[in-house]
């Protein structure tokens, strides 16, 4: 089980070869790494699927290789997603295995990754950013100076709000207690990787970058950012794998307002909590949550309806059909958030 989504395995995975299981999508949300926050998101584990179902068939289309099965109909059978009609909340994939870096002393080991050849998550993920929003962690980074304009192939500081002539590639571990961001010969060299696989990662991402922002543009919305996560399959093939282009894996933003997780986010900023978290995090990078001491207040009702509608409407506007009847637009959805975010 995972803050979001859990994983039913039917067969377990091998050195030799994929496994099969089920992602079922919860109600569930996190931010900030916390975990599970106190509400549940009425229908968000169906949107969640149905996105996740409707790119990675698009990918399959356009000849990127996924672990993407189909999407369970109401029979739980397992099916297209233009053949369902009612929202689900369950998709079929194969499996690779997780192989866990050694932790001790608090230091990661990725040896591991030197003898391991086939069928294994990759353990990182790539993020894209085509737009830096206000809140964007790239700006954090700068201010610390963990990183330089330079770093990024910008000739100057950056602006909040600013479209990118180029997308900016970055990377993140996956399978730490708090992930960090890597360049990308840490990443290369952790996971044991060529020259060519670093090539094929980028290519990859560039791709999804693409179709994804191509649907949201389609819908009146920017892609400012996303983030997707590869694998190797049995023969060392690169596929893409977990979920993509969904309010959880991308930043949405519609006339300058954001359209994805990255709004509860908004709200918890405005709270004692999320400044207990960030100071937490500073402290102790590993025990940072036993620092906080206490959970997150719940959100209004009237915001969480409205959080609910946003992943409603998104996917039924990006699917193109209406799996979700009688919600509101995406304006009158915009305009109740307005009083909740300072």
Known sequence: MGSVKDLQIIEEASG??????????SDRYSVFDWGEMPDQIDDKGKSLALLSGYFLEKLKRKGIKTHYLGIMNEKDEVKT???IDIPSNSIEVSLVRVVKPALKNNIYNYTVYKTEQNNFLIPFEIIYRNRLPENSSVFKRLEKGEVTPEYFGLKEYPKAGQVLDI??????????VNDRY?????????????DEEIRKI????????DIITEDARRIGMINEDGKIELAFNENREIIVVDTLGTLDECRFNYKDHPVSKEIARKYYRQTEWF???EKAKQADRFKWKEIVGEEPEKLPKEFKDLFAAMYKTTANQITG???????PDMD??????EKYIK
């Open 16 to 25: 030799k070869s994929l496994g099969r299981g089920r992602f079922v999508f």
């Open 167 to 176: 997308p900016l590639f970055d990377i993140s571990t996956k399978l730490e």
């Open 202 to 209: 980028r290519g990859i991402t560039s791709k999804v970058n």
């Open 275 to 277: 400044q207990k978290v």
């Open 182 to 194: 890597i360049t990308w010969d840490e990443a290369k060299e952790m996971a044991a990787l060529s």
């Open 81 to 83: 997603l233009d053949s």
């Open 321 to 327: 059909k209406e799996f979700f009847k009688g919600v």
């Open 332 to 337: 009158t959805i915009i305009q109740g958030m």
